[in-house]
């Protein structure tokens, strides 16, 4: 049971929730203990609205015409477009996902709609890029470290590693053999977007392209887990991946 997921305001319900699962000792989500990446509310006036919360707990409402679910996994999906756009990578760029579930599906929607040229996920995928090349760019979406360490391998010399979860803090690195010595950028890149100035303006202008992307993403196919709000009245189910850290709550239509 994920309790006390999301509280409707006073004038919104909420429709959609993306969440991130605590992790066991022994590395396995635990289902009971959630954090909210993004959400999607359905206004008074039947209008979507979604946001994330803040360091404060707060969020802060924007407005949208795409799908509540897609609109739900817009701040990770503009986090990761942000720190694309920071490292300057160019349209064409050869790219590859790796990882698996909701992540990845985001990671690939995202770079796709950022222009990258992307072969099969995984590090098997590395060969297919752009006729063998080795990619520019490797988008770890997983908190494997050791796939960290894999794409860290496998990513072209002065090339981009993006780790779009918890690899980068989940295990040891050896900087100067992995990193330094082949002039590496590795960017970490957090669930929420974390705006620098002037970025307010490319979030508004980007959010209906991205979701709009998203909206085309399927949705988990592992078991689902119930879900209630802090008074004990049911939200719906989390459709979970399997062995993954990640759900996404649709609540049903009143």
């Known amino acids: ?25 022994a590395g396995t989500p ?18 979507t609205l979604w946001g994330w919360p803040d ?23 503009l986090s990761l477009a942000l720190s694309l756009r920071r490292a300057k990578v160019g349209i064409g760029a050869r790219g590859v996902i790796v ?45 494997d470290a050791e796939a960290l360490k894999r794409a860290l391998t496998a990513c072209r010399s002065w090339g981009d590693v993006f780790s779009f979860g918890d690899a980068l803090r989940s295990g040891p690195l050896d900087y100067y053999s992995e990193i ?3 002039a590496l950028a590795v960017h970490s890149v957090p669930l929420q ?12 202008r980007g959010a209906s392209n991205l979701a709009r992307a998203l909206a085309g993403t399927p949705r988990p196919a592992g078991p689902t887990v119930p879900a209630t709000d802090r008074r004990g009245v049911s939200l719906g189910e989390v459709a979970t991946d399997e062995d993954t850290a990640w759900g996404l709550l649709e609540t049903k239509e009143s």
Do not use: Q, Y
Request: charge should be negative.
């Open 1 to 25: 049971m994920v309790e006390d997921l999301a509280i409707d305001g006073p004038t919104c319900r909420l429709m959609s929730a993306l969440v991130r699962f605590g992790p066991r000792p």
């Open 30 to 47: 635990d289902r009971s203990s959630v954090s909210l990446a993004g959400a999607a509310w359905r206004g008074e006036r039947g209008n």
């Open 55 to 77: 360091e404060a707990g707060e969020v802060g409402l924007r407005e949208s015409v795409e799908p509540f679910a897609a609109c739900a996994s817009l701040p990770p999906a």
């Open 99 to 143: 990882g698996s579930g909701t992540m990845s599906r985001i990671a690939r929607a995202v770079a796709a709609g950022c222009g990258c040229r992307l072969g099969p996920d995984g590090i098997g995928g590395m060969a297919a890029t752009a006729g063998g090349a080795e990619p520019d760019l490797v988008i770890v979406a997983t908190d």
């Open 180 to 182: 330094h010595r082949r």
């Open 193 to 204: 977007p974390r705006l620098l100035p002037g970025e307010k303006e490319i979030v508004e």
